[in-house]
């Protein structure tokens, strides 16, 4: 494909930069209000569990310091009795851990499966209403295609990063809020040890969509031809 094959280079010499996030993030508001209007109730939910998740981490290592501190008050008294408590507090956090997770998990496909149904009939009702020129149009076509496509996974798939995101975030400061009630400098280390993973992460993040990016178009011709090779009625046409 010519077009592909020209827009490939270039696509590939892009370099990051801060303006290509702020473009992401420009469609996010109205993806949001196109998952909150199919459920708001289970858009509200996604986002609580997310926020919950994000303080079991450090839930989870305020408590170990209780059992720690429990098991040696229970060897100096020579009792088991001050282990229960804090042993039972750890369980409870890491069930309710496994808990939240299997909740967002099964909130976030009811939604996606409510959000995909929706945005199918949108993308029907709108096609109904366009002549045959437009389906002719490569552009448009393409551009219709993919909407169909990726209406079943993209857009709850993007409020649940960003869910994710606010998640990570919560844990990040509540374990610095633990760290500085050790020591100030262990919080400064915290925020200066994931860094380079970050970079890296974005660095080669931004290199795979580039390189999905550009490969899209040819997948969506295999996709083509797979269906026009495979599908009876249509290789009974090709074949008459």
Do not use: C
Not at 58 to 75: K, P, R
């Amino acid at each position: 494909m010519p077009g592909a094959a020209g827009r490939g280079p270039r696509s590939q010499n892009q370099s990051f930069s801060i303006k290509q996030i702020a473009g992401a993030m420009r469609s996010l508001p109205r993806v949001l209000r196109l998952v909150w209007s199919t459920n708001a109730l289970f858009t509200a939910l996604m986002g609580l569990l997310s926020l919950l998740q994000g303080f079991t981490p450090a839930a989870s290592v305020w408590i170990s310091g209780l059992v720690i501190d429990s098991v040696v008050l229970g060897i100096r008294i020579h009792s088991t009795s001050p282990i229960w408590l804090p042993v039972g507090l750890q369980l409870a956090v890491a069930l309710l851990s496994n808990l939240l997770s299997t909740l967002s998990n099964i909130i976030q496909q009811l939604l996606q499966e409510q959000v995909s149904n929706r945005v199918q009939v949108l993308i029907l009702e709108k096609s109904n209403t366009l002549d045959l020129a437009f389906f002719e149009n490569p552009e448009f076509y393409d551009k219709l295609r993919q909407a169909a496509d990726q209406s079943t996974y993209q857009p709850v798939s993007m409020i649940s990063q960003t869910f994710d995101l606010f998640r990570t975030t919560v844990t990040l400061l509540s374990m610095i809020f633990l760290l500085l009630q050790l020591a100030w400098w262990l919080s400064i280390v915290a925020l200066i040890v994931p860094i380079p993973a970050f970079i890296s992460s974005i660095h080669y993040g931004w290199r795979g969509f580039l390189r999905m990016r550009r490969q899209s178009p040819e997948r969506r011709l295999m996709d083509y031809f797979n269906r026009l090779m495979t599908t009876d009625t249509y290789n009974k046409e090709i074949k008459l």
